[in-house]
């Protein structure tokens, strides 16, 4: 990735940013502004940005359970123009390293079956699959769900 997009938390400054990426990256199933709004105040979510000096190039939702070890990636989105330069692959670790200090050891998540690149995406760090959820997306579309095992990493670098 390069060295002049950074990885941040996002802050209610973001929310329009936030949304209208939304808006461009899906289809259907759209966090609405007032779930933006509830996860960017919320203790239990965390929401990283990253950016450039253009603005908000992806971001990345993870949601945490009181009481339980399994975080679970709820949205992550690159804009078109920005993809296939490791923004997604820098927010997953981001997002991985955020859980990890929270005390969590899984990441879960649900990705639509016919989602090849985001599969991809999540094979090559290292999620597998372990189970199926039909019709889990508002258009009908069936999910896969997908685990990592957070491992403690070897790298000193800090949590955004
Ligand atoms: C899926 C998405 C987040 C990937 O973002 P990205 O920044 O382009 O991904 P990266 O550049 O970090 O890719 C990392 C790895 O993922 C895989 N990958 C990502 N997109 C891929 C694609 N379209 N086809 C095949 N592999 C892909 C590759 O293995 C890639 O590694 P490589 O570049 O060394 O080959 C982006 O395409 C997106 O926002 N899509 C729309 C929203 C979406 O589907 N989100 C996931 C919902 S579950």
Redesign the pocket.
């Known amino acids: 990735m390069s060295p002049t997009i950074r990885i941040r938390h996002a802050t209610l400054a973001d929310l329009p940013a936030l949304v209208a990426l939304e808006r461009r990256?899906?289809t259907t199933d759209h966090l609405s502004p007032r779930q933006y709004r509830h996860h960017l105040t919320n203790p239990r979510a965390l929401v990283l940005a990253a950016v450039d000096t253009s603005g908000l190039l992806?971001k990345a939702v993870v949601l945490f359970r009181k009481g339980s070890s399994v975080a679970r990636l709820y949205s992550?989105?690159?804009d078109d123009a920005?993809?296939?330069?490791?923004?997604?692959?820098a927010l997953l670790r981001a997002v991985e390293r955020g859980a990890r200090t929270r005390g969590c050891t899984r990441m879960r998540?649900e990705?639509?079956q016919k989602?090849?690149?985001?599969i991809?995406?999540y094979e090559?760090l290292g999620y597998r699959r372990f189970g199926a959820c039909a019709r889990f997306y508002e258009d009908g579309a069936d999910a896969w769900r997908y685990e990592k095992i957070l491992r403690v990493e070897k790298s000193t670098k800090s949590s955004p």
């Open positions: 990256a899906f992806g992550i989105a690159v920005a993809r296939g330069r490791g923004i997604a692959k998540l990705v639509a989602n090849i690149g985001a991809a995406l090559k």
